[in-house]
């Protein structure tokens, strides 16, 4: 609570002391750092306390020279005496190690960047980032916990080069993102983009091109009701859960990416086909053994392993994730109040990979772009539904079009154009047209 009560000033030299000396009873020994420093005009004790190797750790049970170990954890706010089921717990979970907690043996000071350790600092509100002003890139390390010192040298660990190297796909190469938006179902037509940089910079770089480029709103007013419902094609709170998760509890020893696709159209090849417009979020490996489906179908999924176990705590300071298995009910909760379709979860026998599939709201328009008179149906004549029919197997040019329709045909060309149906793009000396999506969405209304 702030104001802190503080500590005398004369006697923080005798705290720091008597400090030391108790750490040194823990076993194994344990070696925090320990400073002194003002806070809302207090003088207090800050300590840093790294997570060690060799747990669990016991402690006396009582002051005494002679006083039994015991392991104690932490339980509701308080402290209690570990029970035998818990030590053994303990055990395995020190026998595993957390891909973000390892040394990364490739990686050196000069690979990180200082400027995104302050940056990090200051958004987290730490009393820290003051002592980053004057204190060298090595001491920052170690009492940020994101380096280890063995054998002499100074080792960084994993979740350093995650969030605090410029480039982390150089180390680690599936720290990096491919996004595709898809013109239609089929995947011809696409365009790809590619994210690159520390985790927590890719999830807001992402989110932002998805919120400007994909995610719109729309608005639906009921007959006689004059108030507009307003709706997303896509609720931005529900895909920021999944490409955050995807980071989190993705295997970085994989070197793919992070996969995000866009489907934006129906089927050129087969108009008339079911609306399957989605976005999928990919990552890998699958779930861990402990998910099943039956857990993802219902959403209470129980934490109990992580692969990035530190990942998820720095990405919690600074809002991107939130509470321990929360965020499947989010997720679910923004879809619901959005009236979209539940996300469906996949993965196959192996668990190589998971994805999570986004279903557009049922009520979102074809193309996106179109304004209210746009989407109203438009009649066609026989000469522009007839060029449409030609041009959703494959683009022609208006020579070829010729050969099959004669009369009328630049005025129709020109009013197709016009209504954003085809556009046309040349190639050479050839002008070819295409169909746009708008124009494929207004042929699967015409034909029966």
Known sequence: M???????????????????????????????????????????AIIWV??????????????????????????????EVASRFMEN????????????????TKATLEDLDLGLIQAYLQETKSSFYSHTLKMPLNEIVTKLQIARQ???????????????????????????????????????HFAEKQFTGPVHIQIREIMNYLNTNVIKEFGNRSTGDSEVQR???????????????????????????????VYKGYSRLHPGTEDHRRITIVNRPGPLPFVDETALAQGEVKP???????????????????????????????????????????????????????????QAPLEIT????????????????????????EPCSEKEIIQNITSGLKEEV????????????????YNFLHITPQGIDLLRQTIP
Not at 89 to 104: G, I, K, P, T, Y
């Open 2 to 44: 702030l104001p802190p009560a503080g500590i005398p000033k004369e006697q923080s030299e005798t705290i720091r002391k008597e400090f030391t000396n108790l750490c040194h009873r823990i076993n194994p020994k344990i070696f925090p750092d320990i400073v002194c420093d003002e806070v809302k005009d207090k003088h207090v």
């Open 50 to 79: 790294a997570a060690g190797e060799e747990k669990p750790y016991s402690a006396p049970s009582a002051i005494g020279n002679f006083s039994p170990y015991k392991i104690y954890v932490r339980h509701e706010g308080g402290t």
């Open 89 to 104: 717990r303990l055990r395995e979970q020190a026998s595993f190690s957390h891909f973000d907690n390892r040394v990364n």
């Open 150 to 188: 063995e054998k002499e040298k100074l080792q960084l660990l994993n979740i350093a080069i995650l969030l605090f190297c410029k480039a982390p796909h150089r180390l680690l190469e599936g720290c990096r993102t491919t996004l595709i938006e898809y013109e239609d179902e089929d995947g011809v």
């Open 231 to 261: 709706f997303e094609n896509y609720p931005y709170q529900a895909l920021e859960e999944a490409v955050v998760n995807a980071f989190e509890h993705k295997s970085y020893e994989d070197p793919t990416p992070v996969e995000i696709k």
């Open 304 to 362: 109990r392993y992580y692969r990035n176990i530190r990942l998820g705590d720095f990405l919690k300071n600074i809002h991107l994730t939130g509470k321990n298995g929360s965020g499947l009910p989010t997720m679910r909760e923004a879809l619901r109040k959005n009236g979209s379709p539940q996300p469906r979860f996949v993965t196959d026998s192996e668990r190589t990979y998971f994805e999570v599939a986004f279903p557009i709201n049922h």
């Open 370 to 393: 179109e304004s209210a008179e746009e989407a109203e149906r438009i009649m066609l004549t026989h000469i522009q539904q007839s060029i449409l029919e030609k041009l959703i197997h």
């Open 414 to 429: 020109e009013a197709l154009i016009q209504r954003n149906l085809i556009s046309e793009k040349k190639y050479g000396d």
